[in-house]
């Protein structure tokens, strides 16, 4: 008998060990109860799951999301989890790409869903589920929320770019520097202080780099209001020639900046501007010591011009309309007169480029 009881013990913790248990962990987004969303918009579901259980040792994960009583969207992978491991389903946690989840086929369908056209007011029901192969505890594979919905609102945000224009040639480990006009088009006002913009490089048949950009606006913009944002990139040392388009792509975001909101148009969202990348033989132009300063109808620009070819002094209003333009050769010396007979008093935007580079940007009241 002594023989055998260690026989059983073994075999008794071999099939203890086997017991697997992953269920939903926890909801991160959205926050709270009942939170509010528009109709026929895309909303972020970001949820965790945990390891109730012993080891897992490859086997098949199912995660989904099943939004009203619309089937149920879901996607498989297979991976090791350890005691009380969590995966978290959110772009925003650096484990979601540690564990390769943003590779994983249908990642999308299962960490966000669009609202249906329902009533405004009318509460809608998601649900979470997670299980793995041999789950031996259905208790927590599943877990609900509700949200309420309520009527879209007539947004339009209107992109522009407004320079460098198209085919202006840009260099490698060179400073490109970009105005862009955004507008109001819709019937509601945009009430945030910041405007967001993302910026994709396009260039060689593939996108080489991903930017966010963000410009602080003084007041709300109103169904009607524009303002100018302005973007300085830094090229990438091994940008290739040929080719390169710079694309952007503004959004109107939740009030707490989560996700973005649906809008009357999108196809004035995204604008890119195509430029041509070549190796420079001149190197950084800027540091011209740069000023400029208002006169009697005209506007003053001083500085190094030396060895500077192509020189234009342009003057926009706020709005993102030029409204003068000069050129000169750097042998004309060192000073432009840009004319502002004819303007609106008002705030404007002088930009002196050279070379294809900003090298001077100043707002500029003219009396």
Not at 29 to 53: C, D, L, M, Q, R
């Amino acid at each position: 008998m002594k023989r055998i009881f260690p026989l059983v013990a073994i075999i008794v913790l071999a099939v203890a060990a086997k017991a697997q248990d992953v269920g939903v962990e926890k909801l991160i987004y959205p926050k709270k109860h009942y939170p509010v969303f528009e109709v026929s918009s895309t909303v972020p579901a970001y949820w965790s799951i945990k390891n109730y259980g012993d080891t897992i040792q490859s086997r098949v994960f199912t995660v989904g999301i099943k939004v009203g009583d619309k089937p149920k969207n879901y996607t498989l992978f297979r991976s090791d989890m350890a005691v009380d491991e969590v995966f978290p389903f959110d772009p925003r946690n650096v484990k979601f790409y540690q564990n390769y989840f943003d590779q994983l086929l249908g990642i999308e369908s299962v960490i966000g869903f669009k609202t249906p056209e329902y009533a405004a007011g009318d509460t809608l029901k998601i649900c979470l589920e997670a299980t793995v192969t041999g789950d031996t505890n259905p208790a927590n594979d599943s877990a609900c929320f509700e949200i309420i919905l309520a009527d879209r609102q007539p947004r339009d945000l209107d992109l522009h770019i407004l320079s460098p224009k198209a085919g202006t040639e840009v260099s490698p480990n060179h400073t490109v520097s970009f105005d862009v006009s955004v507008k109001n088009q819709g019937s509601v006002a945009y009430t945030d202080d910041s405007v967001f913009v993302l910026m994709q490089v396009f260039s060689d048949n593939k996108v080489s780099d991903v930017k966010a950009f963000s410009a602080h606006i003084n007041k709300n913009l109103n169904p009607g209001d524009s303002t100018i944002m302005t973007f300085d990139y830094p090229t990438s040392v091994s940008l290739p020639e040929g080719d390169v388009y710079f694309i952007f792509n503004v959004s109107w975001l939740s009030e707490d900046r989560f996700y973005v909101l649906g809008e009357s148009s999108t196809s004035n969202n995204r604008r890119y501007v195509k430029m041509k990348s070549v190796i420079s033989s001149v190197g950084e132009v800027k540091d011209r010591n740069i000023r400029a300063y208002q006169a009697e109808n005209e506007i003053i620009v001083n500085g190094n011009f030396e060895g500077i070819d192509n020189l234009s002094f342009t003057l926009l209003d706020m709005q993102g309309r030029v409204m003068k333009t000069e050129r000169m050769n750097s042998a004309a010396g060192n000073q432009s007169n840009l004319s502002t007979a004819g303007l609106a008093q008002g705030v404007y935007l002088l930009n002196v480029v050279g070379q294809n580079t900003l090298l001077y940007r100043q707002k500029i009241m003219v009396h």
